[in-house]
């Protein structure tokens, strides 16, 4: 019943349907025989929130993690209605079945509050913040926004829930580097985490721990538990916030910091770290892993180099060549950036992209 070596990237010897061999069917018999029981993959957890017109950016996101993951994943997806059926059409698509799952779901608030919670910052951003009361069977989570793009392993990232010490409870990179540049120490007219503020596109979660945890805050002396919390500091602080449910971030873990992990700047890699001149000095040493690209810089002309990055990504079909069809065009695109800041240190956008599409090309060429 031995079929050809079929091993692949995506498929490797030990994931293979029942009924190929693989590597070797000496080894398949023995696991047989003596009955070996093979431990469950763990799958990493990553949700995301999409509204209005960011399907496109979503999708881009979520290939980018494919491309960049070792263990399998688990989206969940919280999406307005009138998107579930294009998420479907284009993910049931995707020759990679084996390698994730997928869950939709509503916009949900809180019923009693849900227009303030709408209407917070972007439509549904505030989404994030209900997680861990709406994925309650989810021990841990890594949340992102839909303008985040994977240059490293995701499993890189997950692996840091390992490093949390027993009070920390979240894993966040600063909003800045440099405070020169800062929003929360310049303008902010409430209380922030550390010198310049956390900033929430990229968020590692003990979602169990959340949930177990009882809060200092400035609302009571009682300590209050995550759910009893956002209600409470949105009304106090509603006409004070600029950023929505990220300064609701910054309030909670301002009175709690030792409940953060702080992750360097290149998990979370923002125009501000190049625009004026390179300070994430992690990127310039090791590359970027994790690209974000907010204030709509992936669909304007403000910053050609993060539009290539997505571009080049959105446009890679899997099963291609990632060199030829992926890393090759943008470097070609990167070399028309370098009369920006940012363009100038292109390098540092395809340096660790290089190094991961390295490891799916030898994955690939074993197939």
């Keep these: 019943r031995c079929k050809d070596l079929s091993v692949s990237f995506w498929n490797p010897y030990w994931m293979l349907p029942s009924d190929v ?21 763990e799958k990493m957890q990553l949700a995301v929130v999409a509204c209005g017109e960011r399907l496109e950016e979503t999708v881009t996101m979520l290939k980018s993690a ?7 994943l688990q989206f969940h997806i919280f999406a307005e ?16 079945q084996e390698k994730f799952n997928y869950t939709l779901y509503p916009i949900t608030f809180p019923s009693e509050n849900a ?10 951003a505030s989404q994030r913040l209900f997680l861990p009361l709406i994925l309650k069977d989810v021990d841990s989570l890594l949340y992102v926004d839909t303008d985040i793009l994977f240059l490293r392993p995701i499993d890189d990232l997950w692996s840091f829930l390992k490093e949390f010490n027993s009070t920390q409870i979240a894993a966040m990179a600063p909003e800045h580097e440099e405070p020169r540049i800062g929003w929360y120490n310049r303008f902010a007219r409430h209380p922030y985490y550390g010198k310049t503020g956390i900033n ?10 959340i949930m177990r945890k009882y ?30 449910d990220q300064d609701l971030l910054n309030i909670i873990f301002y009175h709690n910091p030792e409940s953060l992990f702080v992750f360097p700047c290149h998990w979370n890699y923002r125009p501000d ?4 001149g390179s300070n994430c000095k992690e990127a310039e040493a090791e590359g970027v892993f994790v690209l974000h690209g907010n204030r709509g810089v992936y669909h304007n002309e403000k910053q050609p180099v993060f539009r290539a990055v997505y571009e080049a990504i959105r446009n890679y079909s899997f099963g291609d060549d990632p060199f030829r069809s ?14 920006t800041y940012c363009g100038r240190i292109h390098q540092v956008f395809t340096k660790q992209l290089k190094k991961s599409l390295s490891t799916l090309r030898y994955k690939l060429s074993e197939g």
């Design 273 to 276: 770290h190049c625009i004026y």
């Design 66 to 72: 494919l491309l960049c993951s070792i263990k399998p």
């Design 81 to 96: 209605d009138e998107l579930h059926a294009k998420f479907r059409s284009v993910l049931e698509t995707w020759p990679l």
């Design 215 to 244: 809060f200092k805050n400035d609302l009571t002396t009682a300590r209050l538990q995550w759910g009893d919390l956002l209600m409470p500091l949105l009304k106090k602080y509603k006409l004070n916030i600029t950023w929505g």
């Design 326 to 339: 992926l890393l090759h065009p943008l470097e070609m695109e990167l070399q028309k950036t370098t009369h």
């Design 21 to 41: 061999c693989g590597m070797s069917c000496f080894w398949e018999s023995a696991l047989s025989k003596y009955n070996f029981k093979r431990k469950p993959v």
């Design 115 to 124: 227009a303030d919670w709408k209407k917070l910052f972007k439509p549904c």
């Design 200 to 209: 929430s596109g990229v968020v590692l979660m003990n979602m169990t721990r």
